[in-house]
Every structure is written in C-alpha cells, then in structure tokens.
C-alpha cells in the first residue's frame, strides 16, 4: 500500500512538473517571438517597393487634372509614373512598363489607372507629345506640387494614399507582385 502512494504522490509530481514546464515554454516562446519579431529578425515584408514615407496625400500634393480639377478620391488606384521634366527614355520605358503590367492585370485592370504626373508649371498640355498620346491613349496627365515626392514609379490607393515608390526602371515585376497583393485584399476601388 506505502509503495502504490509513492507512485501515485510520484505521478502527481510528474505531472505539475510537467504542467508547469508547458506554461514556462509557452511564455518564454511568446516572449522571444515578440522580442524577435520587434527586432525584424524574424519577419520581413513581402513588399517589393518601398513605403511612402512620411506618408504622402493626393491632397497634401495638390494633384490635378489637365483641366485644373483635382484628382477625385475613392474611385481606383493608380499607378504614377512622376517625372521631374521631360519624359527621357527611362520615363518612356516605365510607361511601357505599366501599359503592359495594366494588361496583365487582366479583370482587375479596371481598377487602375495609369498617369504621367509632372510638377506644376511644366507645360503639361504642350509636353505631352503625339507619340505618347499614340503609344499610350489611356495615359493621363496629372500636374502637381512634387517638392514632397522623387521621381518613380508610385501606387497610389482609392482614398488618395501613396503606398509604394520605385525607382523608374523598377517598374516592371516588382509593382506587378505588388499591386496584385494590395488589388487581392483590397475592399476599395
């Protein structure tokens, strides 16, 4: 009878040792994962582009059209080539970049829209030239205040958000990847 307590009383203290020692793990793992994941050594984005930041507004930019009306909010997303001047080759390549991501887009394709934005007093009207209204009849002009903003390739959400920024000949791939996560989870536009 004395030995049959033992094993019982020996039991019992297996299983608050073991009881105790889940709870200790468990703690300890969530606080190494908080600490780690704090760090950014664990996880990473899946972003290719990088964030708007400090975070930029259509409004804040002052963003028009080529008749001098703002650039409605809430309607779609948009793709922006911004460019300081110009349209160079690297800019002429980014639209085609974004002509063909637009295609691959295929049903979601209408829910973006791609522009050529240019800084105010630029001569927008004059600047877009016949070959540009040829190769890319959907592109529009858009005219703003870019003191805040460098010249890329940019996402920019339905509620007037830049989202991403990339450098003008990273406009291929990478916003493609990108624009179809955000367009996937995405409620707006």
Same mark, same amino acid.
């Given at each position: ?17 073991? +009881?105790?020692?889940?709870?200790? +793990? @468990? ?9 780690? =994941?704090?760090?950014?050594? %664990? ?11 400090? !975070?930029?507004?259509?409004?804040? %930019?002052? #963003? ?5 009306? &703002? ?14 001047? &110009? ?10 970049? %974004?002509?063909?991501?637009?295609? %691959? ?45 460098? &010249?890329?390739?940019? #996402?920019?959400? !339905? ?8 450098? +003008?000949?990273? =406009? ?13 989870? @995405?409620? +707006?536009?």
């Amino acid at each position: 009878m004395a030995e049959a307590e033992n094993q019982a009383k020996r039991r019992n203290r297996v299983q608050l040792v073991a +009881i105790v020692a889940v709870a200790l +793990i @468990s703690l300890g793992g969530s606080y190494a994962l908080f600490y780690a =994941a704090r760090s950014g050594d %664990l996880w990473g984005t899946t972003n290719r582009g990088a964030f708007v930041s400090p !975070p930029v507004t259509v409004m804040e %930019l002052d #963003i028009r059209d080529v008749d001098g009306q &703002p650039l409605a909010e809430g309607e779609t997303w948009w793709l922006w080539v911004v460019s300081d001047g &110009p349209c160079d080759p690297a800019c002429d390549a980014a639209l085609h970049q %974004l002509r063909q991501l637009h295609v %691959l887009l295929n049903k979601d394709a209408s829910r973006v829209r791609r522009a050529l934005v240019r800084a105010d007093g630029e001569g927008v009207q004059a600047s877009l030239d016949e070959a540009l209204r040829t190769n890319y009849p959907q592109l529009q002009l858009l005219t703003g205040d870019l003191t805040r903003v460098a &010249p890329g390739v940019y #996402i920019v959400d !339905p509620i007037g958000n830049l989202v991403f920024h990339y450098d +003008i000949v990273d =406009a291929g791939k990478p916003v493609l990847e990108d624009l179809k996560k955000l367009l996937k989870v @995405s409620q +707006i536009g």
